[in-house]
């Protein structure tokens, strides 16, 4: 055995750890995975320490060349026919139902890397402003919300931090490397830790507050708290009057909040809730953490707005162990790492090649400003409205009858396409409906940029495994296609190197940089400087955080934060028929949305879907520990196993994250225009009415 250890990222999550992997170079088969020492982004989790045997146990059912349906099931072509399909079809349909008939979604951190600059430049030589991704799932609320508010993102920082809360989020099983540290620092004495979760979580259990708030009432726990800190005199007087804008009329819209009225409200007494606010706004610097819990609410752009608000008005904004500000890098944005825009117009980049309108711009307009994305739930309605016609949809690393909202109705949708292109390695739900499937890479076996979230820095994704022969990297494919369909005066580059040296130019970097310091590199000092408001103000019309915008006022939206009551909270219409309130999604450490379950180690420690319940809603339904029992909500049903547990709130059931079959959560969320957040388009994929029965079929 000859091994070599061969320096990369793992990205089988978004913190993209960096790691050394060794490799059996007889074999071409990695044995073993260590942190990188050079990386400051790790520890490494479990998910990375599988890789080894991720590949000996998983690819079975691995895509290893183009395959173009055939009656009911697939015939293998080269990847000259595939191509050339690509191009008579995509060309056939512009012409008929205009560019916008022809769309794209991508998962899988799509934004942050490289090969989403390209996909995006080719939906752009393509004239087509039907371009989505998984942004639209992992953080709409948080991102339209804080750039409303702050002008450019902010970020929780945790050295330094004397008050640490963590909202709506896990990070002990979603991001180890944010979790962990917080339960050493609560465990030294070094910071107080506030929780804010249905679920009494690992971080709950160590907090010293902890708040078990229903599901979709965090905004008004946060009016709750800003009432507190503003009637009590607690905020940051010298801050608030010298860099927020809005602050009375703030003042005057928490004051119904009172922690009485939020008690009713959230299930939370007054008395925590003012302890609460009181321990946060007393022990500074504080920060926030918060997880993707909130952008999968209907109301979770108006959580995030509080949060924001809580922030500012306790001058815990841009320094250390508050929240800081960061330039924001996304790879498909034009140019590279362009930051966010004032004007209307200006934060709509796709205008600039396009007179067409986005799909969903009507509905959403904030979101397409803020992501130069579609909504990609409206992008999906109109396969079945077809206004506008949507006609051909390209997904890339993306399982989306597993990740998506409302399985049945994707199913559907994406059964009435006229063409379906799956660009991905695995055989799953999704490339199974696709009319051509493409034959691609692993993220050890491609070179990559990959920017990270939550700091300006840049790290090389190399080729530590060599990829099998008929497969194709994410960048070859769009500069392959685009050669195909002349798109020449977009795509004036021959090599993938080339693409990724005219990227990294856009930030002052080189290659040469990154395969120097495989464990990364800054491209910008925001990670290092603080208070830069004090120098440049805030990115915002008026320079200041804008607690009320007069930007949300003109697009109709309220322009304080506030407490739109979830639409289908415990008070809905949807209550007394469905009378629990269900979350979906909860993660798991040992998985990756639907990848990694197939690992016989991981499927050892978690074998089964599972869900969490109370027992007095268990002993109420008849629900058994450990037994089948049926999620029903109006969109759908499923199945999981009970699991029995004093740790979640009465109310409330946590369906675990990315099955398949009868077991995939979001046969029970909805994507429907009614449900969505009016602001960022999100679909329903939490506090939604929902009621339990045994599974009597399965025991």
Same mark, same amino acid.
């Given at each position: 055995?000859?091994?070599?250890?061969?320096?990369?990222?793992?990205?089988?999550?978004?913190?993209?750890?960096?790691?050394?992997?060794?490799?059996?170079?007889?074999?071409?088969?990695?044995?073993?995975?260590?942190?990188?020492?050079?990386?400051?982004?790790?520890?490494?989790?479990?998910?990375?320490?599988?890789?080894?045997?991720?590949?000996?146990?998983?690819?079975?059912?691995?895509?290893?060349?183009?395959?173009?349906?055939?009656?009911?099931?697939?015939?293998?072509?080269?990847?000259?026919?595939?191509?050339?399909?690509?191009?008579?079809?995509?060309?056939?349909?512009?012409?008929?139902?205009?560019?916008?008939?022809?769309?794209?979604?991508?998962?899988?951190?799509?934004?942050?890397?490289?090969?989403?600059?390209?996909?995006?430049?080719?939906?752009?030589?393509?004239?087509?402003?039907?371009?989505?991704?998984?942004?639209?799932?992992?953080?709409?609320?948080?991102?339209?919300?804080?750039?409303?508010?702050?002008?450019?993102?902010?970020?929780?920082?945790?050295?330094?931090?004397?008050?640490?809360?963590?909202?709506?989020?896990?990070?002990?099983?979603?991001?180890?490397?944010?979790?962990?540290?917080?339960?050493?620092?609560?465990?030294?004495?070094?910071?107080?830790?506030?929780?804010?979760?249905?679920?009494?979580?690992?971080?709950?259990?160590?907090?010293?507050?902890?708040?078990?708030?229903?599901?979709?009432?965090?905004?008004?726990?946060?009016?709750?708290?800003?009432?507190?800190?503003?009637?009590?005199?607690?905020?940051?007087?010298?801050?608030?009057?010298?860099?927020?804008?809005?602050?009375?009329?703030?003042?005057?819209?928490?004051?119904?909040?009172?922690?009485?009225?939020?008690?009713?409200?959230?299930?939370?007494?007054?008395?925590?809730?003012?302890?609460?606010?009181?321990?946060?706004?007393?022990?500074?610097?504080?920060?926030?953490?918060?997880?993707?819990?909130?952008?999968?609410?209907?109301?979770?752009?108006?959580?995030?707005?509080?949060?924001?608000?809580?922030?500012?008005?306790?001058?815990?904004?841009?320094?250390?162990?508050?929240?800081?500000?960061?330039?924001?890098?996304?790879?498909?944005?034009?140019?590279?790492?362009?930051?966010?825009?004032?004007?209307?117009?200006?934060?709509?980049?796709?205008?600039?090649?396009?007179?067409?309108?986005?799909?969903?711009?009507?509905?959403?307009?904030?979101?397409?400003?803020?992501?130069?994305?579609?909504?990609?739930?409206?992008?999906?309605?109109?396969?079945?409205?077809?206004?506008?016609?949507?006609?051909?949809?390209?997904?890339?690393?993306?399982?989306?009858?597993?990740?998506?909202?409302?399985?049945?109705?994707?199913?559907?949708?994406?059964?009435?396409?006229?063409?379906?292109?799956?660009?991905?390695?695995?055989?799953?739900?999704?490339?199974?409906?696709?009319?051509?499937?493409?034959?691609?890479?692993?993220?050890?076996?491609?070179?990559?940029?990959?920017?990270?979230?939550?700091?300006?820095?840049?790290?090389?994704?190399?080729?530590?495994?060599?990829?099998?022969?008929?497969?194709?990297?994410?960048?070859?494919?769009?500069?392959?296609?685009?050669?195909?369909?002349?798109?020449?005066?977009?795509?004036?580059? &021959?090599?993938?190197? =080339?693409?990724?040296?005219?990227?990294?130019? $856009? +930030?002052? /970097?080189?290659?040469?940089? %990154? *395969?120097?310091?495989?464990?990364?590199?800054?491209?910008?000092?925001?990670?290092?400087?603080?208070? &830069?408001?004090?120098? =440049?103000?805030?990115?915002?019309?008026?320079? $200041? +955080?804008? /607690?009320?915008?007069?930007? %949300? *006022?003109?697009?109709?939206?309220?322009?304080?934060?506030?407490?739109?009551?979830?639409?289908?909270?415990?008070?809905?219409?949807?209550?007394?028929?469905?009378?629990?309130?269900?979350?979906?999604?909860?993660?798991?450490?040992?998985?990756?949305?639907?990848?990694?379950?197939?690992?016989?180690?991981?499927?050892?420690?978690?074998?089964?879907?599972?869900?969490?319940?109370?027992?007095?809603?268990?002993?109420?339904?008849?629900?058994?520990?450990?037994?089948?029992?049926?999620?029903?909500?109006?969109?759908?049903?499923?199945?999981?196993?009970?699991?029995?547990?004093?740790?979640?709130?009465?109310?409330?059931?946590?369906?675990?994250?990315?099955?398949?079959?009868?077991?995939?959560?979001?046969?029970?969320?909805?994507?429907?225009?009614?449900?969505?957040?009016?602001?960022?388009?999100?679909?329903?994929?939490?506090?939604?009415?929902?009621?339990?029965?045994?599974?009597?079929?399965?025991?």
């Amino acid at each position: 055995m000859a091994i070599e250890v061969r320096k990369t990222i793992c990205l089988h999550c978004p913190p993209a750890c960096g790691i050394d992997v060794h490799v059996d170079t007889e074999t071409n088969m990695p044995v073993k995975v260590e942190g990188m020492p050079e990386s400051i982004v790790g520890p490494i989790c479990i998910k990375a320490e599988v890789i080894p045997e991720w590949y000996e146990h998983s690819f079975k059912d691995r895509i290893l060349h183009p395959m173009k349906r055939e009656g009911t099931g697939f015939k293998q072509i080269s990847w000259d026919e595939a191509l050339d399909l690509i191009a008579t079809k995509f060309t056939e349909i512009k012409e008929v139902y205009g560019p916008q008939a022809v769309a794209y979604y991508a998962g899988q951190i799509a934004p942050n890397r490289d090969w989403s600059f390209t996909a995006r430049r080719f939906w752009q030589a393509l004239e087509s402003p039907s371009f989505a991704t998984d942004w639209a799932l992992c953080w709409p609320s948080r991102l339209s919300s804080v750039v409303m508010s702050f002008g450019t993102y902010a970020v929780p920082t945790l050295h330094r931090s004397k008050c640490i809360i963590c909202w709506a989020g896990n990070p002990v099983t979603s991001v180890p490397m944010a979790g962990d540290p917080m339960l050493i620092m609560k465990s030294k004495g070094q910071a107080k830790l506030l929780v804010i979760d249905p679920r009494k979580v690992e971080l709950g259990k160590a907090a010293d507050i902890h708040a078990a708030i229903l599901p979709g009432t965090d905004p008004a726990f946060g009016m709750g708290l800003l009432n507190v800190i503003i009637s009590e005199n607690l905020y940051d007087k010298e801050f608030v009057e010298k860099w927020t804008i809005g602050f009375e009329e703030l003042a005057l819209a928490v004051k119904e909040y009172t922690p009485e009225k939020v008690a009713e409200i959230t299930t939370v007494s007054p008395d925590l809730i003012r302890e609460f606010a009181r321990t946060y706004a007393t022990n500074k610097p504080a920060t926030i953490f918060w997880g993707n819990t909130l952008d999968n609410v209907d109301n979770g752009f108006q959580a995030h707005r509080c949060i924001q608000a809580l922030i500012a008005i306790t001058g815990n904004i841009d320094v250390p162990g508050g929240s800081r500000l960061i330039p924001l890098p996304c790879f498909h944005k034009i140019p590279l790492g362009e930051d966010q825009s004032l004007g209307y117009e200006d934060l709509l980049p796709a205008r600039r090649w396009t007179k067409m309108k986005m799909i969903g711009e009507d509905e959403h307009p904030l979101w397409c400003m803020q992501s130069s994305e579609t909504p990609a739930a409206s992008l999906f309605n109109a396969i079945d409205t077809q206004t506008p016609p949507v006609k051909a949809l390209f997904i890339e690393a993306g399982n989306v009858i597993v990740h998506w909202a409302n399985t049945n109705k994707m199913r559907r949708q994406l059964a009435n396409l006229d063409f379906l292109v799956v660009f991905d390695y695995m055989m799953n739900e999704t490339a199974e409906l696709a009319d051509l499937i493409l034959p691609a890479r692993t993220f050890l076996e491609q070179q990559g940029i990959y920017g990270y979230v939550g700091r300006p820095l840049m790290v090389l994704q190399n080729v530590v495994i060599e990829p099998p022969p008929d497969t194709m990297s994410d960048m070859d494919f769009w500069l392959k296609l685009a050669q195909k369909m002349g798109f020449t005066d977009l795509f004036p580059w &021959k090599t993938v190197d =080339d693409v990724q040296n005219h990227i990294l130019s $856009k +930030v002052g /970097l080189t290659l040469d940089d %990154l *395969k120097k310091n495989p464990g990364g590199v800054f491209f910008s000092k925001a990670g290092i400087t603080w208070k &830069k408001y004090e120098q =440049d103000g805030f990115r915002t019309p008026s320079g $200041k +955080v804008e /607690l009320y915008s007069k930007r %949300l *006022k003109d697009m109709g939206f309220d322009p304080l934060p506030g407490y739109p009551e979830p639409v289908m909270g415990s008070n809905s219409k949807w209550s007394k028929t469905y009378p629990l309130q269900l979350i979906t999604g909860t993660r798991m450490l040992e998985y990756n949305h639907s990848m990694l379950h197939t690992v016989p180690s991981l499927i050892k420690k978690i074998p089964e879907p599972f869900a969490e319940i109370h027992p007095d809603a268990a002993k109420t339904a008849d629900v058994k520990d450990n037994e089948w029992m049926i999620i029903e909500t109006p969109f759908g049903m499923a199945r999981m196993k009970a699991k029995v547990t004093e740790d979640i709130h009465p109310q409330v059931i946590s369906a675990s994250h990315a099955w398949w079959g009868t077991a995939n959560g979001n046969l029970l969320t909805d994507d429907a225009f009614e449900n969505r957040d009016p602001h960022s388009g999100v679909p329903l994929m939490r506090a939604i009415a929902c009621r339990v029965s045994p599974d009597i079929e399965r025991g």
